[in-house]
Every structure is written in structure tokens, then in C-alpha cells.
């Protein structure tokens, strides 16, 4: 009986750590959104509201979803003993997201040098 109250109680703290951990990372993105609204003004903010839209979906597909689902196929795979099996599983994870994040990349890296709106482009010449 004692254990599953430990338990309980174990799973409660790690609850509330996960809990004020969002809160503080909350606080943090609310604190620089303020003046980053300021130099960017309304049209600059809604470019990257836009952008960060894009950007939370990608990063959600290419990083929470797929390490997830490449874990259950691993760990399924590694409790038959099937090791070619989880190689081939782990190959063509690595593959996918390879594939997935390189258009990302060149994007995040192409457009600001294309189109000079790199923020280092921006307060150089905004003297």
C-alpha cells in the first residue's frame, strides 16, 4: 500500500515540475515578445507570427512525433531480438528526418541573406 501512495505522490511532483517549468518558459516567451513588438512593429510581427506558425508544426512532426514512434518501433523490435530490423528502423528514421528538415534549414538560412531582412542586416542599417 505505501508504494502506490509513493508513486502517487512521485508522479504528482513530477507533475508540478512540468507545471512550473511551463509557466516559466511562458513568462520568458511573454518578456521578449515585448520588445521585440516594438522593433519589429505590427507588419514585422505579423510576418513572424506567421512564420513561427510554420515553424511549431515542423518542429512538432520533426521533433516530438518522430523520436516517439521510432522509440516504440526500436524497443518492440529489440524485445523480439531483431537487431537488422531495429538498424533498418533506426536508417530510415535518421532518413526521414534528414529529408524533412533540410527544406527547413535552407529556408531559415536562404531568406534572410536573400532578401538582406536578417536581423543583423536590420539594426545595421537602421541608424
Known sequence: M???????????????ILAVASIISRIIGLIYRIPMQRILGDIGIGYYSTA????????IISSYSLPLAVSKMVSAQMAKKRRTATYQILKCALLFATILR????AVCIEAPITRNTSPFFILSTSS
Not at 3 to 15: D, F, R, Y
Not at 52 to 57: G, K
Not at 102 to 105: E, G, L
Request: net charge positive.
Open 2 to 16: 505505501a508504494k502506490k501512495n509513493n508513486g502517487a505522490s512521485n508522479a504528482l511532483v513530477q507533475g508540478s
Open 52 to 59: 513561427f506558425e510554420i515553424y511549431n508544426v515542423m518542429l
Open 102 to 105: 533540410s527544406p527547413a534549414i
